[in-house]
């Protein structure tokens, strides 16, 4: 059965500091995999996607994350902190299929302070 | 071009009532996937609706359904409401089925249910 493993429940950076979010996943092949943020009373907004190729995917915002197949790995980063950036973050996975079923991790929280 | 629109965005019910959200999708778009996000459960596929089909379904039981109009809004009804089934009900729609098409949420219907 496929599972999406964020470590960290909530995480505290100071503004200007870089950030990085822990992804694992566990799936029968190499899944779609994809970075979404939420901000308070908002649905959920795609930062970023890897389906294939450069295994380091640059989004929106500023963010990015790198695929590491071998440990079955999507971290997701920046490198200064806004703080705006203060939301909860969720990685998901998805088939390379037309079946269109996001298994979601967690989600972390991140906190920004000034 | 609009968002995806959820309709209402706040629900308040009573055990075993039955509630029925709507969900508008972005225009052109033919495929529209709800989800459920709870704090306990996290963010958990309902299912998932193209040219009026349900061609998805996550591990919910019977109460939970939906349908698909001609012109792609879609429903999603609860029946015999439970405490459990409180939560925020995401609606995500995209141009065409498959996890590599990118979804855009809606900002939810967030259910009580008393």
């Known amino acids: 059965a496929q599972s999406v493993t964020q470590p960290d429940i909530h995480i505290t950076v100071s503004e200007g500091a870089s950030l990085e979010l822990r992804c694992n996943y566990s799936y029968g092949a190499t899944p779609y995999l994809f970075w979404y943020v939420q901000s308070p009373g908002q649905g959920l907004q795609l930062l970023l996607k890897y389906f294939s190729g450069d295994t380091l995917v640059q989004g929106i915002k500023g963010f990015e994350a790198e695929f590491k197949r071998s440990q079955s790995s999507f971290n997701l980063r920046k490198p200064s902190v806004h703080w705006s950036d203060a939301a909860e973050y969720f990685c998901?996975?998805?088939?390379?299929?037309?079946?269109?079923?996001?298994?979601f991790g967690a989600g972390t929280t991140v906190t920004v302070r000034a | 071009k609009a968002g995806v629109t959820q309709t209402p965005r706040y629900l308040i019910k009573t055990r075993g009532q039955q509630v029925t959200l709507s969900c508008s999708p972005i225009?052109?778009?033919?495929?529209v996937s709800w989800y459920q996000q709870t704090p306990g459960q996290g963010l958990q596929f309902l299912f998932e609706?193209?040219?009026?089909?349900?061609?998805n379904k996550g591990n919910f039981p019977g109460r939970f359904s939906g349908r698909q109009f001609s012109n792609s809004r879609s429903e999603m009804n609860v029946s015999t409401l439970e405490l459990g089934d409180s939560a925020l009900y995401l609606c995500?729609?995209?141009?065409?089925?498959?996890?590599?098409?990118?979804?855009?949420f809606g900002p939810g219907t967030r259910l009580t249910v008393l």
């Open positions: 998901a996975v998805g088939p390379r299929s037309n079946d269109y079923k996001l298994s």
């Open positions: 995500a729609s995209s141009l065409a089925g498959g996890t590599g098409n990118e979804q855009f």
């Open positions: 225009s052109g778009h033919r495929s």
């Open positions: 609706y193209f040219s009026e089909t349900q061609r």
